[in-house]
């Protein structure tokens, strides 16, 4: 029998508790710094290089290079494409909540795509107040929210093991 074993594997198990917590901890650090830098970096390509503007030959000119010379330096995740999204993503958010700091970029991916300010304000409040995961979020179906369409069916989860409440899945956002 091993030390591990004698001891019941309250050990392990404890010792396991603590990494997976200090994972999910750093998970969420990651994801939290990335949000906000993207964001900041979306706010700077608008306030700062166009004066406040939302002129698309200046993109069309710039963020091809500007992106060449940011993925020389840092790696992936800075194509033109992705500063066009961190652009938008200021554009959608320009007061980024501090409650949304629970969302992940993959949420905001989706949100940005809602057209109407009020709609994307509260499913972002909605999937927090749902605690949606990365693994959840594909319950907010772009179909409709994306137009903003409230009354509509919204939430197309269609797994009641998910333990929302069919109810709850059809409610639209307020008007």
């Known amino acids: ?13 404890s010792v396991r508790e603590v990494l997976v917590t200090a994972r999910t901890t750093a998970r969420r650090a990651v994801n939290d710094a990335m949000v906000q830098a993207y964001w900041h970096i979306g706010r700077l390509i608008v306030e700062n290089e166009q004066c406040g503007e939302r002129r698309a030959e200046y993109g069309k000119r710039v963020l091809p290079e500007f992106a060449r010379r940011l993925t020389d330096e840092f790696g992936k995740g800075f194509s033109a494409q992705s500063l066009w999204n961190f652009r938008h993503f200021y554009l959608s958010f320009p007061i980024f909540s501090t409650a949304w700091r629970e969302l992940s970029w993959s949420h905001f991916r989706m949100l940005m795509r809602v057209e109407k300010p009020e709609a994307r304000k509260w499913y972002a409040d909605e999937a927090i107040r749902e605690s949606n995961s990365n693994a959840t979020a594909p319950c907010l179906k772009p179909r409709r929210i994306l ?19 069919p109810e709850r899945l059809r409610a639209p956002w307020p008007q």
Do not use: F
């Not at 137009?147 to 409440?165: L, Q, V, Y």
């Open 147 to 165: 137009r903003g369409m409230p009354n509509e069916c919204h939430w197309d989860c269609g797994d009641p093991s998910t333990g929302i409440a």
């Open 1 to 13: 029998m091993t030390a591990l074993q004698k001891t019941g594997g309250d050990l392990y198990v």
